[in-house]
T-cell receptor, first 114, second 114 residues
Framework: DTGVSQNPRHKITKRGQNVTFRCDPI?????LYWYRQTLGQGPEFLTY????????KSRLLSDRFSAERPKGSFSTLEIQRTEQGDSAMYLC????????????FGPGTRLTVL | AQSVTQPDIHITVSEGASLELRCNYS??????LFWYVQSPGQGLQLLLK??????LVQGIKGFEAEFKRSQSSFNLRKPSVHWSDAAEYFC????????????FGKGTMLLVSP
């Protein structure tokens, strides 16, 4: 399968714990995006990478959130000291830097904070 | 503020009937426009996109959408709905072409009745 993959698909954690999600984009795509989707809402942009550089961060990305893309390939999103309000679906997408901005989405990681 | 509005939270259509899902955007210039579909447990799949040119665009699964600049709208249509079309549909725009981050509407849930 050459699509975007995300792991884990589901994560249940207790409030105050740290969690980390991984995204593997389509191999030739140098743009990578993270979005968050809560129940009844559309996805909301969190952060964007061009290769290994994090070029844009949303105001939604509090200090407890950090994202990396160390070698311009896979990316990780870490949430420290999770809160119940962090419960959501975390979506990753990738796109090439040419040809029309189409983003390809992974299946998402569903986080439940108890 | 820049925004995307999908005024219908839920729509129920009989199988075989036609479908139109509404989308309006608020932006000073013409954005790039997209429709995505999300089935339960699945990632977002791109149905179609508009960048420029012909204002009527064709997509996958028999969907089409028409861009109307005067109405700031990009409505999605299908002439005959199939039960497998039941899903959530999201309109999205790229308002910052430099980074291509997507701004989504809240989605419209399509229910198909027999």
């Amino acid at each position: 399968d050459t699509g975007v993959s995300q792991n884990p698909r589901h994560k249940i954690t207790k409030r105050g714990q740290n969690v980390t999600f991984r995204c593997d984009p389509i191999s030739e795509h140098n743009r990578l995006y993270w979005y968050r989707q809560t129940l009844g809402q559309g996805p909301e942009f969190l952060t964007y990478f061009q290769n290994e550089a994090q070029l844009e961060k949303s105001r939604l990305l509090s200090d407890r959130f950090s994202a990396e893309r160390p070698k311009g390939s896979f990316s990780t999103l870490e949430i420290q000291r999770t809160e119940q309000g962090d419960s959501a679906m975390y979506l990753c997408a990738s796109s090439p830097s040419f040809g029309g901005n189409e983003q390809f989405f992974g299946p998402g990681t569903r986080l439940t904070v108890l | 503020a820049q925004s995307v509005t999908q005024p219908d939270i839920h729509i129920t259509v009989s199988e075989g009937a036609s479908l139109e899902l509404r989308c309006n955007y608020s932006y000073g210039a013409t954005p790039y426009l997209f429709w995505y579909v999300q089935s339960p447990g699945q990632g977002l799949q791109l149905l179609l996109k508009y960048f420029s040119g012909d204002t009527l665009v064709q997509g996958i699964k028999g969907f089409e959408a028409e861009f109307k600049r005067s109405q700031s709208s990009f409505n999605l249509r299908k002439p005959s709905v199939h039960w497998s079309d039941a899903a959530e549909y999201f309109c999205a725009v790229v308002m910052n072409s430099g980074y291509s981050t997507l701004t989504f509407g809240k989605g419209t849930m399509l229910l198909v009745s027999p």
